[in-house]
T-cell receptor, first 111, second 111 residues
Framework: SQTIHQWPATLVQPVGSPLSLECTVE??????LYWYRQAAGRGLQLLFY??????ISSEVPQNLSASRPQDRQFILSSKKLLLSDSGFYLC??????????FGPGTRLTVT | GQQVMQIPQYQHVQEGEDFTTYCNSS?????IQWYKQRPGGHPVFLIQ?????EVKKQKRLTFQFGEAKKNSSLHITATQTTDVGTYFC???????????FGSGTRLQVQP
């Protein structure tokens, strides 16, 4: 069966510090991968998605970036965090036209 | 991206009452998916509707897809406290391998 891992579960970072969130998927190959951000009590904002290694589509201009160095690994990064980067970051994978599976998420607080 | 409007934003019901959330699009949908996010958790896939006029049931949950494939609804009969959470609809993005999520309906059930 397929499993999606995200870490860390929670993170508190000062403004201006770098960020690296990692997501890995097991049990499937060549998945579509996604990064979402959810502000408290709000909806899901698609940040990046990837249909293959090295292929990244950016949805919202911001100080975040994403990379896919391996088929089942998706990384979200920032060189300098802003207060507005606080939120719940969710990684997800899916096959085209099928359901999407979300990881457990990372709660990021930028102080 | 193409938007989906979801209403209501929030609903508070007494346990045993019914609940309905609606998802509307200005353009025809190829399919619609529904997800549930428990408080503090990540979204979990519930169902996908593909055919015009389709109705699917999962125990107390009834999902409908409109005849024109521009709207969908989720109805919960006799709510229970376990139904608490936020319900999202999601549409396929034409030309992109990504889902666009509605803003969600937060359901609170009073025991």
């Amino acid at each position: 069966s397929q499993t999606i891992h995200q870490w860390p579960a929670t993170l508190v970072q000062p403004v201006g510090s770098p960020l690296s969130l990692e997501c890995t998927v097991e049990g499937t190959s060549n998945p579509n991968l996604y990064w979402y951000r959810q502000a408290a009590g709000r909806g899901l904002q698609l940040l990046f998605y990837s249909v293959g290694i090295g292929q990244i589509s950016s949805e919202v201009p911001q100080n975040l970036s994403a990379s896919r160095p391996q088929d089942r690994q998706f990384i979200l990064s920032s060189k300098k965090l802003l207060l507005s980067d606080s939120g719940f970051y969710l990684c997800a994978w899916r096959r085209d036209a099928y359901e999407q599976y979300f990881g457990p998420g990372t709660r990021l607080t930028v102080t | 991206g193409q938007q989906v409007m979801q209403i209501p934003q929030y609903q508070h019901v007494q346990e045993g009452e019914d609940f309905t959330t609606y998802c509307n699009s200005s353009t025809t949908l190829s399919n619609i998916q529904w997800y549930k996010q428990r408080p503090g958790g990540h979204p979990v896939f519930l169902i996908q509707l593909v055919k015009s006029g389709e109705v699917k049931k999962q125990k107390r949950l009834t999902f409908q897809f409109g005849e024109a494939k521009k709207n969908s609804s989720l109805h919960i009969t006799a709510t229970q406290t376990t139904d608490v959470g936020t319900y999202f609809c999601a549409r396929e993005e034409t030309g992109r391998r990504a889902l666009t999520f509605g803003s969600g309906t937060r359901l609170q059930v009073q025991p």
